[in-house]
């Protein structure tokens, strides 16, 4: 027992094994190595979004004593040496050291352990080595035989590692892998990178590797002769990041080798210059700025043509901006802004930048406290395509918001709605037919609207409901309107009552839910629909999911009125197994009142179209879904869609069908029909292939197809690909080729071609 006490008095003052993680912890952050080639990810991105060693929060009190454990015990009193042996741990407030034997000098202050020494971390983290020497108090150390398994999968050895005193961490014949489960034939991590010597700054929070090679396979790919790259601790740091290799009709063979510069604390930028065969030098560049209250990026495109008879505009500069922003106010208020800037439509598309074909900018400021929200912005669109006028594409202001009140006003709850615009366009005429669209309108809506839940002691479940709409319309020169320049104020009350009455029933194999429903919602006529024009009620597709809704037009400018009633079914079967299946069922009946709705929309008559879906999964693994929208009479299919989807171990596929009846009125000219089927098969040893296409009924041909052969473990996933992909507005084909790869914990790069 003496020697027991005598061991624990001279570890007590001494031992400190936040220092024995200095040791290994910042030895193993020291092989958190990413490529310094061209090939992959570099530090400064890499380290923001991927960190690398969960932080150790638990530190050990000052004072905190050792108290171990150990089959024998011994203390010379004239050496003051102590030794422990046999199953041996020493626990240090969350830190627990294993070893065959311990040795501590108390002269010296040396504390050698060895034969299976494991050290296990607060944050999970498990360091072993052969033999580990710490001296003067903890500063100075030397481990052999060293592995360190971290809690991403991420596994640092090294043949012998040292640590100064000055902070300098030195591992000789180093390798660092995130191949935890994925190994070679010869149990050989999949990918390693390996160096004679890496050297830790803790400090600087430098890592410097000499003769770095990353070996995939058991074979190296990369070789280089030295590289310096900041830790993991450090989140952004001046360097090169991940290249992009592409290709396009206008510009060539293109190459980016993004360079990122920290200026400060709180802001960097970001250089992307692109060489091109065909277009020279192109110029991409990005700032980010973090302040107290938010945070704002621009990114501005360039370039001089060298050959400008390649694109599609000729000419010499041509380039665009692009910002986005957002700030708080106070805890309750922000505000922001989204906007793009182009010298010409083609541009961001042309370059690969961006493939969008119509580009929103706005300036907005929000406002969320309680059970009210506030919006207000400015909205501007702009044409990036060649097929869209830029004079049919509006400018607003915009200003919404929503309360709820808290108290109960009837029995139920009390909401009120408002929204403001003022929108113009220098041309009235749009790709949709049969649609009025004004190039000026101003509009401003109030609604207050009530509902309240009753549930009957036989499970009835009742809920009344009414609002009441105002809005005030200003418009000017609106296509088909008798008076091109007019004001329409209108109040829009309606009321209206829905009832569910749901059966469950219990069974050995699972529960069913059977629920008939039924709704009806009485309103006035809509009015001065030709005078107000239609700016926001184009787009409606009526389903199963819109049946029960009070007001099934999408915008403002069009109201529904008259008397209607919705009547329709749901049924649910929740299976033992986890299983289920979902249907639902429906129609609308327009009783009384003018139809405000347009050929084509599947509400126009004075019955709706059949809406229903289905929904069965029998097992986690296969999923069938299907959606109709028919003649009430079924005479007539109008709109359907079916999915069948399978899941499993080393296979998937999806197939989906669909069919949309043609509806002029809202810009569908055509049936248009087609089937789309998409599968990944394994093949062996983590090895895929994919591929899928979509056939076009219509026109019978395949507009879109892809193949491609996939790798993909823990740690690895290695891609090839072609995707061809019909241009309906040139009759070409745009056919590209990827390939992709990318590395646990050290990202990756990709190669695209078009041709």
């Known amino acids: 027992m003496a020697g027991n006490s005598v061991l624990r008095k001279s570890l007590a003052p001494q031992v400190d094994l936040t220092d024995l993680r200095a040791l290994l912890l910042r030895g193993a952050a020291s092989a958190c190595v990413v490529l310094a080639t061209t090939f992959l990810t570099t530090p ?32 010379d009193p004239r050496t003051k040496i102590a030794t422990a042996e046999g199953s041996v741990r020493i626990i240090y407030g969350p830190y627990v050291l294993n070893a065959s034997k311990v040795i501590f000098n108390e002269k010296t202050g040396v504390f050698k ?17 052969a033999t580990l020497e710490l001296r003067n108090r903890f500063k100075e150390a030397f481990a052999a035989h060293v592995k360190a398994l971290l809690t991403n999968n ?20 180093a390798s660092y892998t995130a191949c935890y489960d994925c190994h070679t034939k010869n149990g050989e991590p999949l990918w390693e990178l390996r160096s004679d010597e890496t050297v830790h700054d803790s400090k600087e929070h430098m890592l410097h590797h ?29 360097g090169f990041l991940a290249p992009k290799f592409v290709h396009g009709h206008a510009y060539g063979l293109g190459v980016e080798t993004p360079y990122f510069i920290v200026t400060a604390p709180n802001s960097d930028i970001t250089l992307r210059p692109r060489l091109t065969t065909k277009q020279g030098p192109v110029a991409d560049v990005e700032w980010r700025h973090r302040l107290a209250s938010g945070q704002y990026n621009i990114r501005g495109y360039g370039v001089y043509q060298l050959s400008p008879g390649e694109t599609s505009d000729e000419s010499d500069w041509r380039g665009a901006v692009r910002s986005r922003g957002e700030f708080a106010l106070n805890d309750r208020w922000s505000w922001g802004w989204d906007g793009t800037a182009t010298s010409d439509k083609e541009f961001l598309d042309e370059y690969d930048f961006d493939d969008r074909d119509i580009a929103q900018s706005d300036v907005h400021v929000r406002g969320l406290w309680d059970r009210t929200y506030v919006n207000a912005q400015v909205m501007n669109f702009q044409s990036l395509s060649d097929e869209i006028s830029q004079d049919t594409l509006p400018s607003l202001p915009y200003v919404s918001g929503e309360t709820f009140f808290g108290d109960q006003i009837l029995g139920g709850e009390l909401s009120f709605k408002w929204s403001s615009y003022a929108l113009w366009r220098n041309d009235a005429n749009t790709p949709f037919t049969d649609v009025d669209h004004g190039t000026q309108q101003t509009r401003a809506v109030g609604e207050m609207r009530w509902q309240r839940q009753m549930i009957s002691d036989a499970g009835l479940v009742m809920t009344p409901f009414g609002r009441v709409r105002s809005d005030v319309t200003f418009n000017e020169n609106v296509p088909g309107a008798d008076d091109s320049d007019e004001t329409v104020a209108r109040v829009l009350p309606s009321a209206g009552f829905d009832m569910r009455y749901p059966f469950m029933a219990n069974y050995a194999y699972g529960q069913s839910i059977f629920s008939p429903v039924f709704q009806i919602v009485a309103a006035t006529d809509e009015t001065d629909t030709a005078s107000i024009g239609n700016e926001d009620a184009i787009t409606l597709n009526f389903d199963h999911t819109s049946l029960f809704l009070e007001d099934r037009f999408t915008g403002l400018d069009r109201y529904e009125g008259g008397t209607r009633a919705n009547a329709g079914i749901t049924y649910s079967f929740l299976g033992a197994n986890g299983g289920f299946v979902r249907a639902s069922a429906g129609e609308s009946f327009h009783i009384a009142g003018e139809n405000s709705f347009v050929t084509g929309s599947g509400l126009e008559g004075s019955q709706s179209d059949l809406v229903g879906a289905l929904t069965f999964q029998p097992w986690d693994e296969l999923n069938l879904s299907y959606e109709i929208r028919a003649e009430e009479d079924l005479s007539r299919i109008n709109r359907q869609e079916a999915l069948a989807s399978l899941t499993l171990d080393d296979f998937s596929a999806d197939i989906a069908y669909a069919f949309i009846n043609q509806e002029p009125a809202y810009g569908r000219l055509l049936d248009e029909q087609w089937v789309q089927a998409n599968a990944r098969i394994g093949l062996k040893d983590g090895w895929y292939l994919f591929g899928g296409a979509r056939y076009d009924i219509e026109t019978s041909d395949v507009d879109w197809r892809t193949i491609g052969l996939e790798f993909d473990c823990q740690c690895m996933n290695f891609k090839v690909a072609y995707t061809g992909k019909d241009d309906d507005t040139t009759n070409q084909t745009d056919h590209r080729i990827m390939m992709s790869i990318d590395l646990a914990t050290l990202g990756g790069t990709s190669v695209s071609a078009g041709f």
């Open 44 to 75: 400064a991105q890499a380290i923001e979004e991927l960190p690398f060693i969960k932080p150790v929060t638990q530190e050990p009190a000052a004072g905190t004593p050792a108290d171990f454990s150990a089959s024998r015990v011994t203390y």
């Open 113 to 129: 352990a060895n034969g299976s020494v494991e050290l296990r971390e607060p944050n999970g983290n498990v360091m072993t080595a």
């Open 154 to 173: 991420v596994t640092i050895t090294a043949r012998y590692a040292r640590r100064q005193a000055d902070g300098i961490s030195i591992f000789e014949d």
């Open 210 to 238: 000499t003769n770095p090679r990353l070996r995939i396979a058991g074979h190296t790919v990369v070789q280089v002769p030295h590289w310096s790259h900041p830790d993991p601790s450090v989140k952004r740091k001046t």
